[in-house]
């Protein structure tokens, strides 16, 4: 049963577009795990928090953002209270939150793994990541030269020569995007984490890292 079993929770969900499997997948992670306290981090005006506090959770959600508009729109639209923070610098105190989320915001930001350990220090139990997996991006050719590169150590250099030296580009859709896969912070996160549950969001086949445009995983601590 997903949130408290009406149609309107399905609604908020399907709201999210692609982004249903995610809260899905979330939703029964939170379900499995005691937990009580959820920050969301780059969290735009809120959506996330709002569709939460309505299934039958017990769980109190705080959302920061770096763009302060987040806060006029929430406030329009009445979602949530948005805090203004800094992923790479969370100023909460170590293990404040049970859970840390980050959904779609890592591929924008130069340096992913200092939000990862900023996430890990925050989080108490447990962190929810939703992102991009660029090495299955393209068509089947793109993806193996990408997928070798990266296991022969070259792909960030290939990526400095094909950006420019920029490492990002500017889409029209998607803002400025940074070159990411959720796999590039997923060695780190095992470091500290004793189980980690990985989601495939839209590819196909058996290997999510061959195939997979964007996964989420719910990584579990260590205590």
């Not at 969290?43 to 920061?64: F, P, R």
């Not at 009445?78 to 805090?83: F, G, N």
């Not at 920029?166 to 060695?187: E, F, H, N, P």
């Amino acid at each position: 049963m997903l949130g408290k079993g009406t149609a309107a929770d399905f609604s908020t969900a399907q709201h999210f577009g692609d982004g249903y499997m995610t809260l899905c997948f979330l939703y029964a992670m939170l379900r499995s795990y005691p937990v009580h306290s959820l920050l969301d981090i780059g969290g735009g005006s809120g959506e996330l928090a709002q569709y939460l506090q309505q299934t039958d959770l017990d769980l109190t959600v705080s959302t920061i953002d770096s763009d302060p508009r987040q806060q006029t729109v929430s406030d329009q639209k009445k979602l949530a209270d948005i805090a203004i923070g800094d992923a790479m610098n969370l100023t909460f105190a170590n293990r404040s939150f049970d859970v840390v989320c980050a959904c779609g915001l890592l591929h924008h930001l130069p340096q992913p793994y200092r939000a990862v350990n900023e996430m890990l220090r925050v989080a108490n139990r447990a962190v929810f990541i939703s992102d991009a997996n660029c090495y299955a991006h393209g068509n089947r050719l793109a993806r193996t030269i990408k997928q070798l590169l990266h296991m022969s150590g070259l792909w960030r250099a290939t990526d400095w020569v094909l950006t420019g030296g920029k490492r990002y580009r500017d889409t029209a859709t998607d803002g400025r995007v940074y070159t990411y896969s959720l796999y590039d912070s997923y060695r780190y996160l095992r470091r500290h984490c004793t189980h980690i549950h990985v989601l495939n969001l839209d590819g196909d086949g058996l290997h999510a890292y061959r195939s997979a445009h964007s996964l989420a995983l719910f990584a579990v601590k260590n205590n």
